[in-house]
């Protein structure tokens, strides 16, 4: 499941689908997203009129539409769906982003290539089970967290030097309002730590001071 990327940012529906459906992170991965630009062979980038593609793959190349303002953007529900589509219905004046792969199996042809904003652009994946993973605690060095705090002055901020006092590096903080109770909200957090000791401590002073205190998985940094 995708959660945040380097140009867009926060994915928020899914931080949602993790809680509600009760899923345990069991693990990370980071993946190089290169967007291309691609329509019906034979047409040029003045010949497409409209592009759909997944509204992160339209936030992550904005710039580069910016410099072709005849293009209308419309969000889909996938990128690699509106390539298929493209070639099955022999769409013209209509684009898709998506890989090089989904351009060599739809038989569609790349106008344009790497249109993201930035060259490097990785998208951060956790991978997710229905039970806990059997990670053995001595390499365990991440987790991800979830929790609820009263509406009032400095009820973060003692939170965040639990964990500082712990000696855990927080990675990711987002915040989502409860829909149920305007102005409350819950935040969901990814920390680092060398020792799973000191992470079990936070982890129970946290359990404490916060509501609704939940984690959501203990994994490996695939960042290191």
Known sequence: MALENSIAGSIIPNYALLDTNNLHVVGEHYLDIQHHLMALPGQSIKDVKEVYSHPMALLQCKEFFKKHPHIKLVEDKDTAEVAQRIHKHQLKGVGAIATEMAADIFNVEILAKSIQTIKHN????????????EIPE????????KFELDHKRGSLATILNVMSDCKLNLTKIQSLPKIET??????FVDVTFDAYEDYAKAKSIINIMAQDFKVLGEYINAKL
């Not at 994946?125 to 993973?133: A, D, H, L, P, Y």
């Not at 365990?140 to 967290?145: E, G, P, V």
Request: hydrophobic fraction near 40%; charged fraction near 30%.
């Open 138 to 145: 001595d390499k365990i060095n991440k987790a991800s967290l």
């Open 182 to 187: 305007p102005w409350k909200y819950a935040f």
């Open 122 to 133: 990785e998208t951060r994946f956790v991978i997710v089970k229905r039970t806990n993973s």
